[in-house]
């Protein structure tokens, strides 16, 4: 590891934690800055629902916010408007079976893409406390589904306790109920959870238990497999042993492409992984180029104000630092 790359050590866990939850906070800062004739694309209100409005069925405020990668004045919408159509769009088209109405809950009708950030997470709570109150049972996809995009908009938001309890949850009914595909990816998330927390001894058998699923499920070949190893990459940065990750990154740079669109948002988001594991590693260009890549996707495919935008810009401009840094350095010497 070059000399000028961060130690394994609390410390710097700690560091790269706090950035990470600084990104998060400059996504929803950025979120405040509303743009002029900006309006709810289901109320097409210009204001701030308060207190007490009508149209919004909620007894706090609902503020207006982007959410997803439209653009423009009509790309945004106060959660609880969204909340609202989709319950009326879910019951309409639910049948008992599809669930393809599940959708109306998680991305945007008109750019397809999910939504995240605060609109995420809003969206998600509201639906999580429908089918709390509702009569679907614990072992029903619609609950299960219900569960894991509250637990998981609650981790992208920075809440690793809360998402720890949901996952938590949602891992002893999948065991129970014999979903067990499923629970591959819950561990995955699981793991995350650890790692925001500093509780690093649990991620090694997360990550193991849901590799062996999926491996007995669906192959060593798979994507759910690929996507894995990309979490064990996460780990090993995470604790400052990237050297242990390397034959992993060439496994998922080479299945990347193969599994993964240029333009679909986890392939930006694995390729912005790769940039910072690449400057850890001290190769500078490869770094760069990457961080680039993914940031100038992100901004053409989700927008340039769309809070996954914000956070690649903000890990570019961390690398971009530590470049620098590196540099200086070595002219020094």
């Known amino acids: 590891m070059c000399k000028t790359c961060p130690k394994d050590d609390s410390a710097t866990t700690a560091q790269r934690t706090a950035f990470w939850k600084k990104a ?5 800062q950025t979120n405040l800055q509303i743009e002029d004739g900006a309006h709810c694309w289901v109320c097409l209100d210009g204001d701030d629902l308060m207190e007490g409005d009508d149209s919004s069925n909620t007894s706090t405020p609902s503020q207006l916010i982007r959410g997803c990668a439209c653009r423009g004045t009509g790309g945004y919408a106060h959660p609880e408007c969204v909340a609202n159509w989709a319950y009326k769009e879910d019951e309409k088209h639910y049948t008992g ?9 998680s991305t945007c009708p008109t750019c397809r893409e999910s939504y995240t950030g605060t609109m995420a997470l809003r969206i998600s709570e509201i639906l999580w406390r429908q089918i709390q109150h509702s009569k679907h049972p614990l072992s029903s996809v619609r609950y299960l589904d219900a569960l894991a995009n509250h637990a998981k908009a609650v981790l992208c938001n920075g809440d690793a306790e809360l998402a720890q309890e949901l996952y938590a949850h949602l891992i002893d009914l999948t065991r129970q109920h014999g979903v067990r595909l499923h629970n591959s990816d819950n561990l995955t998330k699981m793991a995350i959870c650890k790692q925001f927390l500093g509780e690093f001894d649990a991620v090694p058998p997360l990550l193991d238990e849901a590799m ?8 060593t070949d798979s994507s759910e497999a690929m996507f ?3 979490s064990y990459i996460q780990y090993f940065y995470n604790i400052g ?23 679909d948002p986890r392939s930006i988001r694995i390729t912005n992984t790769l940039a910072m594991v690449q400057c850890e590693l001290g190769d500078d260009d490869k770094a760069q180029r990457y961080g680039k890549d993914s940031y100038e996707r992100s901004k053409r495919v989700l927008g340039e ?19 620098r840094q590196r540099r200086t350095k070595r002219q020094r010497c």
Do not use: C
């Not at 998060?24 to 929803?28: C, H, K, Q």
């Not at 079976?97 to 809950?105: D, K």
């Not at 699923?213 to 192959?219: C, L, T």
């Not at 042993?241 to 333009?263: G, S, Y």
């Open 24 to 28: 998060i906070e400059l996504s929803d």
């Open 97 to 105: 079976t599809a669930m393809n109405s599940f959708n109306y809950w």
């Open 212 to 219: 062996q699923i999926i491996v007995e499920e669906r192959g």
């Open 228 to 230: 894995i190893r990309y």
């Open 241 to 263: 042993q990237i050297q242990r990750a390397i034959p992993l990154i060439d496994k998922v740079e080479a299945k990347k492409d193969v599994f993964l669109k240029p333009d």
């Open 305 to 323: 104000h769309h809070p996954e935008t914000l956070r690649y810009r903000g890990y570019l401009d961390s690398i971009e630092r530590m470049v």
